[in-house]
């Protein structure tokens, strides 16, 4: 099991929780099944979704859970990503069975970052962007779509 931290306020918004403060119980369950169909939407425009992948969000803690088999470390940490760059999802626990092989690492985008600064610190080689460009598609749909607080894979 793998616990990854993202800032709530940074990415898509799914659902609208303004209105869950002073809810009752059953509002708010309402709300975290519309959000788990709302990430189940997400991935599967992005083409990440599989029938055997299980999400359940807990607005409580603000935390997605993701659970069952992927084919690849690839898929899983684009499966990790676009759930955790969301608005309203603090934490992510990453119970999805991958089979082994070489790991990339996460990162967070500082203020002035932008994907050559980043391959820069990384790789050492500024054109190495777009090696981080497209490990992150379909999340990004253009290098220039970085903002602070993002979480990206740096691939291996």
Not at 117 to 124: F, L, R, T, W
């Amino acid at each position: 099991m793998r616990v990854i931290s993202f800032r709530n306020d940074a990415g898509d918004q799914l659902v609208d929780w303004t209105s869950a403060a002073a809810s009752t119980p059953d509002d708010i369950h309402r709300l975290e099944r519309e959000m788990e169909q709302a990430l189940v939407d997400l991935l599967q425009r992005r083409q990440l979704a599989s029938a055997d992948l299980v999400i359940a969000f807990d607005s409580g803690t603000a935390t997605v859970t993701l659970a069952g088999p992927v084919a690849d470390q690839t898929l899983r940490e684009k499966i990790i990503l676009s759930c955790g760059n969301v608005q309203g999802v603090c934490l992510v626990v990453d119970l999805l069975d991958v089979p082994p092989s070489m790991h990339s690492r996460l990162y967070t985008v500082r203020a002035g970052d932008t994907l050559s600064s980043i391959a820069v610190s990384v790789y050492g080689d500024a054109s190495q962007y777009r090696r981080i460009f497209e490990a992150n598609q379909p999340m990004l749909s253009d290098p220039a779509q970085v903002y602070p607080g993002l979480m990206l894979r740096l691939p291996a």
